[in-house]
């Protein structure tokens, strides 16, 4: 079993910058891809990113694309989330999991979120 921590969540104004993190428990991540998700009071968890296992193909929302980007550091068991040019409506809870692709149902593992809020 793999165990995922977020965290970088926070308050920014609108234009402004994050950077999430997830840090996993085991070496084992770099054989698993990774996928950011979120989900905004009221509404379903929805697909963000996600990338494979080694870093060379990455996904995105259409929402995103351009102002967000995924990575990882499979030596450092941690993967993260750049986040730019931030809009209000990105404002919701962010879950990093072990998979890969664009669906939910893809992904074993799943972390606790971690809160992020964009003030206009």
């Known amino acids: 079993q793999v165990q995922l921590v977020e965290s970088g969540g926070g308050l920014v104004q609108a234009g402004g910058s994050l950077r999430l993190s997830c840090a996993a428990s085991?070496?084992?991540?770099?054989?698993?891809?990774m996928g950011w998700f979120r989900q905004a009071p009221g509404k379903e968890r929805e697909f963000v990113a996600t990338?494979?296992?080694?870093?060379?193909?990455?996904d995105y929302t259409n929402s995103v694309k351009g102002r967000f980007t995924i990575s990882r550091d499979n030596a450092k068991n941690t993967g993260y989330l750049q986040m730019n040019s931030l809009k209000p409506e990105d404002t919701a809870v962010y879950f990093c999991?072990?998979?890969?692709?664009?669906?939910?149902?893809?992904?074993?593992?799943w972390g606790q979120g971690t809160q992020v809020t964009v003030s206009s």
């Open positions: 990338i494979s296992r080694n870093g060379g193909s990455t």
């Open positions: 999991a072990a998979g890969y692709g664009s669906s939910r149902y893809n992904y074993a593992y």
């Open positions: 085991k070496r084992t991540f770099s054989t698993y891809g």
